[in-house]
Structure formats: structure tokens, C-alpha cells
């Protein structure tokens, strides 16, 4: 069982990472529980997302702690850490600080997320380049599973899938 948490500022494309996971997931024959949360302002209010995917029935889509967090911003970050598995995973961009807590054998991931996204060619881009991240370091849905997902959820916008293609596979060349 994977349990994810997204957490970052409104206008990230926190929900949207959050629903591809869950259309990827389901493409390969998982059980999956997507809940968005975000305040009530569209964009800079907070926004996460709890994504939970099994071979086996999910029980409860609710958790406490996950095995992975993709942290967007300081805050979030700062704020959901604590919530992540001693065995687990910590994604983030390499622009946001991180406090070693060496007492954790959490697996710290920084990594050049925004400068990814704009050599994708659209710097709100960031979400898709940690799904490609996302893609190659777990297995559990397949690059294509990705792509599929994303034409679904964008397909009235073409200029969002080309770009969005393009980050995911810069983001699953970064691992």
C-alpha cells in the first residue's frame, strides 16, 4: 500500500498531480482513494492532496502518516514532515530548505524541480516533472499509465498536455 501526500500553495497543481496518480494507478488494475483539500482561495490559499493505492481493498482513505510526501513549498514541507514513515520518502524541490533530522532514515529527495519545469517550457510545470520522478522511482504505474492520465484530465487543452508531456519525461530522467 503507497500512501501519498501532495501538499503545497493553491495554483501548484497540487489536485491535478493528485488525480493523474489516481488514474495511473487505476490504469494498471489498483485500488485507489484520492481526497483533495484546499482552503478557499484558487490560488496561494493551501492545498494538498491524501492519495492511497493498493492491490487490496482500501479499508480508509484517511491516514496519518504516508510513505511519501511531495512537498511544493517551505511551509508545507515544514508543516507535513513529521507525517511521513521513518522508511519513507520526502520529495522536493532543491530550492526548499531541509533540516537533517539524522534521528530519521526517511529518504531525502532534492531535486531540481523548478529548473526542470522551465527547460519544459512552462515553469508551473513543476507538478508533472515530480510525477515523472514519482513514475520511475516507485514502479507502481508505468510512464505511459502517466501520459494516458494526463490526456485525459487535459484534453481540452493541448498546449498544457504537449508541456506537461515534455516535464514528466525531464522529471523521470532525473532519477
Do not use: H, W
Amino acid at each position: 500500500m503507497k500512501k501519498i501526500l501532495i501538499a503545497g500553495a493553491g495554483g501548484q497543481g497540487i489536485v491535478s498531480l493528485g488525480k493523474i496518480i489516481a488514474y495511473s494507478a487505476m490504469n494498471e488494475g489498483l485500488n485507489v482513494s484520492c481526497i483533495p483539500s484546499y482552503g478557499p482561495e484558487m490560488r496561494g490559499g493551501t492545498a494538498n492532496c491524501f492519495v492511497v493505492y493498493d492491490n487490496q481493498e482500501i479499508k480508509s482513505p484517511v491516514f496519518d502518516n504516508a510513505n511519501i510526501l511531495v512537498a511544493m513549498n517551505q511551509c508545507s514541507l515544514d508543516k507535513y514532515q513529521s507525517r511521513v514513515f521513518p522508511e519513507g520518502y520526502i520529495i522536493m524541490d532543491s530550492n526548499i530548505d531541509f533540516i537533517d533530522d539524522s534521528s530519521q532514515q526517511k529518504q531525502i529527495m532534492r531535486l531540481p524541480v523548478s529548473d526542470t519545469a522551465k527547460k519544459a517550457g512552462d515553469s508551473k510545470s513543476q507538478n508533472m516533472v515530480i510525477l515523472g520522478v514519482l513514475s520511475k522511482l516507485f514502479k507502481d504505474f508505468s510512464l505511459n499509465d502517466v501520459i494516458d492520465s494526463v490526456k485525459k484530465l487535459f484534453k481540452e487543452k493541448q498546449e498544457v498536455i504537449a508541456t506537461s508531456i515534455k516535464a514528466l519525461r525531464l522529471g523521470f530522467k532525473l532519477v
